[in-house]
């Protein structure tokens, strides 16, 4: 247990180490005597997921998947754009370049919903370099 002064809460204290993991709880469990448990923040996070108090970080499987569907979407919502200048053909273009790399365990059926799927060849080319007199 730290030397530190606990915070009380209604028949509970508890104090938050700023320097370490640790969590120090202090309950009365009646007639004078007190219970005292030291848990580690990754044990409290755990029990809010488990409550329901907060969500688990999405695992990497469905992040990559969430990320996926939002690129084919963005390009499918500036497909009709392409032509209004080089700045929306560029953005256009790039996020050609990225749904074309995307595995098919990822996103198979978006791969021939995609508008810019006629450019199958799709390669990033260097600027023209200028040269000044």
């Not at 309950?27 to 007190?34: D, F, L, T, Y």
């Not at 992040?63 to 084919?72: E, F, G, N, V």
Request: hydrophobic content about 40%; charged content about 25%; aromatic content about 6%.
């Amino acid at each position: 247990m730290h030397t530190q002064q606990l915070i009380p809460i209604p028949d509970l204290a508890y104090f938050i180490d700023p320097d370490n993991p640790w969590i120090d709880l202090e309950q009365s469990a009646g007639i004078g005597e007190v219970s005292r448990i030291t848990i580690h923040r990754i044990h409290l996070r755990h029990l809010f997921e488990e409550s329901g108090f907060i969500l688990p970080p999405p695992t990497a499987d469905e992040l990559s998947k969430s990320l996926a569907q939002h690129l084919c979407d963005f390009l499918r919502d500036l497909a009709g754009e392409s032509g209004r200048s080089p700045g929306v053909d560029g953005v256009i273009d790039r996020l050609t370049a990225l749904v074309s790399i995307l595995p098919d365990s990822l996103f198979q059926h978006d791969r021939d919903e995609a508008p810019t799927a006629d450019r199958p060849d799709f390669q990033l080319t260097p600027s023209p370099v200028v040269v000044k007199p």
